[in-house]
C-alpha cells in the first residue's frame, strides 16, 4: 500500500517559520524526486520545490527561492521543506507528491502518488 503523508503545517505570523515533513512507505522512495505543490481552493495548483532521488538537486518556483528548503533523508523516507520569512501568500494547502519524471517537475501530471495534504495559514 502506498502512503504520502503531510504534516507540519499550521498558522504563523508573517516572517514566521514552519517545516513540513512527508512520510513516504509503499513504493521504492530513493528512485523518486519529490515535490511540494500548494493549492488554494478555486485555483490551479502550483509546484512550489523538487528534489531529485538523491537529493542532490533541487528545485523551486520564483517566489520562494531564498526562503523555502527542500531535502530528503531517504534512510527515513522523508522529505522536508523548510520554509522561513513565511508570507502571507503563501497560503495554501499543501501537498507532497512523487514522480520519476524529476525534468517536468512543475507539471502535476507526471506525479504518480500524491498525499492528501496539509494546510499552512499565514496571516497577522
Known amino acids: 500500500e502506498v502512503q504520502v503523508v503531510e504534516s507540519g503545517g499550521g498558522s504563523v505570523q508573517p516572517g514566521g517559520s514552519l517545516r513540513l515533513s512527508c512520510a513516504a512507505s509503499?513504493?521504492?522512495?530513493?528512485?523518486?524526486?519529490v515535490s511540494w505543490f500548494r493549492q488554494v481552493p478555486g485555483k490551479e495548483g502550483e509546484g512550489v520545490a523538487c528534489?531529485?532521488?538523491?537529493?542532490?538537486?533541487?528545485y523551486y518556483t520564483d517566489s520562494v527561492k531564498g526562503r523555502f528548503t527542500i531535502s530528503r533523508d531517504n534512510a527515513k523516507n522523508t522529505v522536508y521543506l523548510q520554509m522561513n520569512s513565511l508570507k502571507p501568500e503563501d497560503t495554501a494547502m499543501y501537498r507532497c507528491?512523487?514522480?520519476?519524471?524529476?525534468?517536468?517537475?512543475?507539471?502535476?501530471?507526471?506525479?504518480?502518488?500524491w498525499g492528501q495534504g496539509t494546510q499552512v495559514t499565514v496571516s497577522s
Open positions: 507528491a512523487a514522480t520519476r519524471a524529476w525534468s517536468l517537475w512543475r507539471a502535476a501530471s507526471v506525479y504518480d502518488y
Open positions: 528534489i531529485t532521488s538523491g537529493g542532490v538537486n533541487t
Open positions: 509503499g513504493f521504492i522512495f530513493g528512485t523518486y524526486a
